[in-house]
């Protein structure tokens, strides 16, 4: 079973930038996608990036640009490099893992939303002060 930790998160004014980490424990990149999901306060939980083989990486439109997605495959590690972050990037951040579906992973386009991903961390707070 795959088991997820992230790490990485804090507290930071407006502007600046946080790494987020994931270290994936039996994870197999034929059988699992990857992604970044948040979730703010009386909000639905939202994808904000997946990755995927080739280093192949999708975007929320409200991240896009801002956000960078990668993966250490000798780690086995996830990150979400955040730069000039805002207010409204404030949220608990979880890592999520799921199957492949007939052998693709979903985008952000694509997915359907949490219910696409079998496998989550604890999360990781972030909070952004203007």
């Known amino acids: 079973q795959v088991q997820l930790v992230e790490s990485g998160g804090g507290s930071v004014q407006a502007g600046g930038s946080l790494r987020l980490s994931c270290q994936a424990s039996?994870?197999?990149?034929?059988?699992?996608?990857l992604a970044w999901f948040r979730q703010a306060p009386g909000k639905e939980r939202e994808g904000v990036a997946t990755f995927d083989a080739g280093d192949y990486t999708t975007f929320a439109d409200s991240v896009k640009g801002r956000f960078i997605i990668s993966r250490d495959n000798i780690k086995d590690i996830l990150y979400l490099q955040m730069h000039s972050l805002k207010p409204e990037d404030t949220a608990m951040y979880y890592c999520?893992?799921?199957?492949?579906?007939?052998?693709?992973?979903?985008?952000?386009?694509?997915?359907?939303?949490?219910?696409?991903?079998?496998?989550w961390g604890q999360g990781t707070q972030v909070t952004v002060s203007s």
């Open positions: 999520a893992a799921g199957l492949r579906v007939l052998g693709v992973c979903p985008t952000i386009a694509t997915m359907t939303g949490s219910d696409d991903y079998n496998y």
């Open positions: 039996a994870y197999s990149h034929s059988k699992h996608c």
